[in-house]
């Protein structure tokens, strides 16, 4: 079977999906647009499929083409809106058209209800499965209102619309009704045979000099959205009752250079290690020498790195927006905080866990429990890959 999998190669989540497709005999091809929105992918991982990026048209060329297919006011009001996405769309869609039907593509699955999926709803192909990432839902009609109409037709097209909670699922019908036979709600999960903590993590500890020491770690991309510096702050707080914690700043980001100054404001940088950008060998052991994760964003999704956690049996500190109650169950397998704008809220939830061993392996031992009964990847693909085989058997 052969899946179109419309999506920014880049995303840690675009190279697992093709990675696993090919583990179970899928073949998978990843189709995107080397520019989008002004993001130029600098950074292409090497996927064992093929893949299909399409240039940016020239605005010579985008504005002949609109005119002819009598689209010029789409044009502008795309120009109006200080965004490409608009008027690119129906340029791109027959391109990618071809391009399924040249290669046999049997389902398309597009991601990311704003940019993946309506590349994919241009394309005008069936069948075709659409996954929102929560995220997408939150951000992108706030910053470009204009795209809920083509949020909702897209919905409409599709024959299977993914969403990981009831949560997003909510707001999916708000755009748009959607039977529940169409509607398929379940988080990513995780690989929890390969996230545990009975890993040799050793090479890890001896790489950046952790002892016994109690470990912090937050796997968020270090930009704004996901407030890292509150994270930051709230170590140093802890510090000031733990001064042998460390902090494990995983993932890289615009933001770093920033965060690598705060820390030497503050005197902390000999507490704070940062990984960059790892994959998932090295994460799993940055995660099996970890006693608290933490998280902050300003909305969110299903946090695949808290479900990492999770699958851990690591007790999560978050704040209590967009998905996250899908993951966290508050005073079960971690805690809410009360004041998500403050530093010394998470500072005071982390120094109870770090300090209270037989509450922090209590939340433990039920992260993992909730990973392995709602957040099980493998389960997850089972259930995927059943609707691909479904739609494909029912448009042939």
């Not at 993001?39 to 093929?50: D, H, L, Q």
Request: charged content about 25%; hydrophobic content about 40%.
């Amino acid at each position: 079977m052969r899946v179109a999998e419309i999506s920014n190669p880049v995303s840690f989540h675009t190279e697992q999906w093709a990675k696993q497709l090919i583990e179970r005999g899928v073949e998978p091809y990843v189709i995107y647009v080397k520019d989008w929105e002004g993001k130029s992918i600098v950074r292409t991982p090497e996927y064992n499929c093929e893949q299909f990026l399409l240039n940016k048209p020239k605005r010579t060329k985008l504005i002949t083409s609109m005119i002819r297919k009598g689209r010029f006011r789409t044009l502008i009001r795309g120009m109006m809106n200080k965004t490409s996405l608009h008027s690119q769309l129906e340029f791109y869609g027959p391109i990618i058209r071809k391009f399924l039907s040249d290669n046999q593509i049997d389902v398309v699955h597009g991601h990311y209800l704003t940019e993946g999926v309506l590349l994919a709803h241009a394309a005008k192909f069936k069948p075709a499965v659409i996954a929102s990432w929560g995220s997408d839902l939150i951000r992108g009609p706030q910053k470009y209102p204009y795209l809920r109409p083509l949020v909702k037709r897209a919905i409409e097209w599709a024959d299977v619309v993914h969403t990981e909670s009831e949560i997003s699922a909510n707001i999916i019908r708000e755009i748009h009704p959607i039977d529940d036979d169409h509607l398929f709600i379940s988080s990513w999960g995780v690989d929890t045979d390969f996230f545990v903590r009975e890993i040799d993590a050793e090479d890890f500890r001896q790489k950046h000099g952790i002892g016994n020491q109690p470990v912090i770690i937050q796997f968020r991309p270090l930009e704004l959205f996901y407030r890292p510096e509150i994270i930051i702050r709230a170590f140093a707080l802890v510090l000031k009752e733990i001064p042998d914690a460390i902090l494990i700043v995983g993932n890289d980001g615009s933001q770093r250079q920033q965060l690598i100054k705060l820390c030497k404001d503050l005197g902390i940088s000999d507490n704070v290690i940062f990984t960059g950008y790892i994959y998932e060998e090295e994460m799993a052991k940055a995660y099996a020498v970890s006693d608290v994760y933490i998280q902050c964003p300003t909305n969110d999704g299903v946090s695949i790195s808290g479900m990492q956690a999770m699958s851990v049996g690591i007790p999560i500190v978050a704040n209590d927006v967009g998905e996250t109650r899908a993951f966290v169950q508050d005073g079960v397998s971690g805690f809410f905080v009360e004041e998500p704008d403050n530093p010394k809220s998470y500072a005071e939830k982390i120094i109870l866990l770090l300090t209270d061993d037989d509450l922090r392996k209590k939340m433990g031992t039920k992260s993992r429990e909730i990973a392995l009964r709602k957040h099980n990847r493998k389960l997850f693909l089972d259930k995927y890959i059943a609707i691909f085989e479904r739609l494909k058997e029912q448009y042939q």
